[in-house]
């Protein structure tokens, strides 16, 4: 090969891998982590326990937990934080709110999500209006039309972070008005 020829090949290659490098910065370097800004993730190992844990996060996302689940749907008080994070590990979403928040803002709120696979309910002492968890991952959001909220339930709600694929979210403990 002449050496023009391989200068050429030389540049080309050179080119091809820039461009392969600056795809790979553009589209994030893992694919299980949505760009969803003031999105937070942990690594969370599972085991069941009985009684209460003191999860680090607030709302928990994992971590320790009660060896039953809660049913999904929607409550109208606040549910046993180690029966919802076994729901996680099954790839429910749980959307928090503020107590006191509006009933036309819950309404709202729970109109815009699926049916299945998703826990609503109020936490007490939340630092944002509305907080989304899943599996290690969460977002505060900054109220019930934030945009962010359907986009984390697209990609947390049955996703990649499901521990337990398959697992119920019926058939468990609590009583919600919606399943």
Known sequence: MSRRRLGVALLVLAALVAVAVGTGAFLGRDRNTPDIDGLRTWRLEPSHVTGPVDHAQSPAVGGPHAPQWLNCGVYGAPVPEENAVHSL???????????????????????????????????????????????????????????????????????????????????????????
């Open 89 to 179: 590990e099954h790839g429910a979403v749980w959307v928090t709110y503020r107590p006191g928040l509006a009933s036309a803002d819950v309404s709202r709120l729970v109109a815009g999500l699926p049916d299945t696979f998703v826990i609503v309910s109020p936490y007490p002492g939340l630092r944002a209006p509305v907080v989304v968890s899943a599996w290690g991952a969460q977002v505060a959001l900054r109220g019930v039309d934030d945009e962010r909220l359907g986009e984390f339930v697209r990609f947390y709600r049955r996703g990649v972070t499901t521990l337990e694929p398959g697992g119920p979210c019926h058939g468990g403990t609590g009583a919600p008005g919606r399943e």
